[in-house]
């Protein structure tokens, strides 16, 4: 099956939004920045985002709230980037990593050198100034076999908050063992990245990340003790129903 160009899609089709950025995911693996099964893991997330209705759900915009507050009450963020992330919106993670003073850190299940070079070249043709995750020796988060376990000493190895979008289990749960706070973002609510992170925003990443831009650049006016009770406030095992629930009416309709 040959997949289309996102010039050919025409605007009126009903999946429009769907097949432009299905388009952009095949464009990076041809590209080299996204393995074959990150391919896999698009449709998966397609599949959920088809139940949600393809919008950002009143659960999503409560999670973005929750995970821009916590990115602002961190000493050391981090955002982690794998080829997914780095296909769909290098740009906006590189505009939120400035706006948080956050790092940014190639993190891949599946690492080569020329995918690792691929995706720095993205991010910093995007702007990033610093991209982490190239170095020859890096730090090791305990609980991972290599290469997922490679953390960089001025990156994830210090942070105390990640964002760790379309992570996987395993990593996930290392990460909280190390001490971190997660957040994920994930369209599929029943995860074993969505159950275990800190805070898991069910959404697709093209819409999330802007939107939690967004929110870190409308609470950073707060007082520390506002954002404090915004995560305090917050239930992940609650949110993640109520995000599938969403899904589930949806086949009511
Ligand atoms: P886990 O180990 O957490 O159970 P998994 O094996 O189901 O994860 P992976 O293949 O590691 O999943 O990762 C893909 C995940 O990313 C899926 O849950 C999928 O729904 C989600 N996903 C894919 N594309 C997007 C996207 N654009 N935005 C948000 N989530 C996405």
Known sequence: MSSKNSQDIPPDHPRYESLKVRARV???????????????????????????????????????????????????????????????????????????????EINLFYRTPERVSAIEKVLKDAGAREVLGTEENPEHIEGLASPRSRASKEGVYKADVMLVPLEDGDRAEALISNGKKVITVDLNPLSRTAKTATITIVDNLVRAIPLLTGEVERLRKMDKSTLQHIVHDFDNHSNLQDSLRVMLESLHE
């Open 26 to 104: 095949v464009d990076a693996y041809k590209a080299g920045i996204l393995a074959d099964s990150g391919l896999i893991a698009h449709g998966r997330g397609e599949a959920f985002d088809y139940l949600a209705g393809e919008k950002t759900s009143p659960a999503a915009e409560k999670a973005i709230e929750t995970a821009a507050a916590t990115l602002l009450l961190a000493e050391n963020p981090v955002i982690s980037v794998n080829g997914n992330t780095a296909a769909l919106v290098p740009g906006e993670v590189v505009s939120l990593a400035h706006t948080l003073n956050a790092k940014i």
